[in-house]
């Protein structure tokens, strides 16, 4: 059981933190009141729901800035109820939040009627500094732009490693039309078809028979392991990039044979490199 405490100044990338961890497998609740943060730590302690085993909540200075105080002591009864839990903290230099707000027009929450922007942003560092000093990681994210913000968060949960691409992949027939909103085409036509074989015509690229005729051309073999090495090699440059999802589509003329091998060895191999994969044959649906 996992939970992450994601708080920190107002401007200073919340919101970006908690959808990098959502994208991570996270369960996020953002604004959780701090009067809550108890009962949360209860439930995860008590629950056997597996969706549960990784959370990440957000708090901020909203509510009862008193109870913040206590945000050490609630940290260390969810680590003796053996719960990894962890405090996140983000901050940025006075000047450089005043900018964002000015920029973005946002209002501040903490702003009132006779409450300037510049004191909003120092009673908010007042109040949460009891959390800063208990933070397992501070990031200042003044001179940090969005991509190295979910850089430095999953460098931090991961030690460096890139959470694993999801990929979908999906066979088609071109005589259809191309798939929308994929990454990535490919065009198999040009391999040996199966269709001109009287006894392969009415199967499928599942079928081992048709497997076995596509194996025995070089082209095929070639052509597969070149698609293969392609992606062995940029996947983790997406991976390093913060994708999450990665959409490829492989056509062929009907969408029956070369499409739904290709489809499926791409699929066995990427499962093999630790990738979730769904695989979808569109024109056998």
């Given at each position: 059981m996992?939970?992450?405490?994601?708080?920190?100044?107002?401007?200073?990338?919340?919101?970006?933190?908690?959808?990098?961890?959502?994208?991570?497998?996270?369960?996020?609740?953002?604004?959780?009141?701090?009067?809550?943060?108890?009962?949360?730590?209860?439930?995860?302690?008590?629950?056997?729901?597996?969706?549960?085993?990784?959370?990440?909540?957000?708090?901020?200075?909203?509510?009862?800035?008193?109870?913040?105080?206590?945000?050490?002591?609630?940290?260390?009864?969810?680590?003796?109820?053996?719960?990894?839990?962890r405090v996140l903290f983000l901050e940025t230099q006075l000047e450089t939040l005043i900018r964002r707000y000015s920029e973005t027009r946002r209002r501040h929450p903490?702003?009132?009627?006779?409450?300037?922007?510049?004191?909003?942003?120092?009673?908010?560092?007042?109040?949460?500094?009891?959390?800063?000093?208990?933070?397992?990681?501070?990031?200042?994210?003044?001179?940090?732009?969005?991509?190295?913000?979910?850089d430095r968060v999953r460098g931090w949960l991961l030690g460096g490693e890139s959470p694993k691409i999801s990929i979908l992949l999906k066979s088609f027939g071109f005589k259809h039309g191309v798939p929308p909103d994929v990454d990535f085409v490919l065009d198999v036509r040009c391999l040996p078809n199966p269709h001109w074989e009287a006894e392969l015509r009415m199967l499928t690229g599942r079928d081992p028979e048709v497997a076995r005729f596509l194996e025995s051309s070089a082209e095929v073999t070639r052509m597969r392991e070149d698609i293969l090495a392609f992606f062995e090699r940029w996947i983790p440059r997406f991976e390093t990039d913060g994708r999450s999802y990665l959409t490829i589509a492989i056509g062929c003329t009907g969408g029956q044979h070369r499409s739904v091998y290709m489809t499926e060895r791409l699929g066995e191999r990427f499962e093999s490199l630790g990738h979730t994969v769904i695989v979808r044959h569109r024109e056998l649906s």
């Open positions: 996992q939970l992450i405490i994601l708080s920190g100044l107002s401007g200073a990338g919340k919101s970006i933190a908690l959808h990098t961890l959502e994208d991570m497998g996270f369960y996020c609740i953002d604004n959780l009141p701090f009067f809550l943060l108890q009962d949360l730590v209860l439930g995860l302690h008590e629950t056997l729901d597996e969706a549960f085993g990784k959370t990440a909540v957000g708090i901020d200075a909203r509510g009862n800035p008193e109870a913040l105080r206590r945000l050490p002591d609630l940290a260390l009864a969810a680590q003796e109820r053996g719960i990894d839990c903490l702003t009132q009627a006779d409450r300037s922007l510049r004191e909003a942003i120092q009673l908010e560092q007042e109040f949460l500094e009891p959390v800063r000093k208990r933070a397992d990681l501070v990031i200042d994210t003044t001179q940090t732009n969005v991509h190295e913000l979910r």
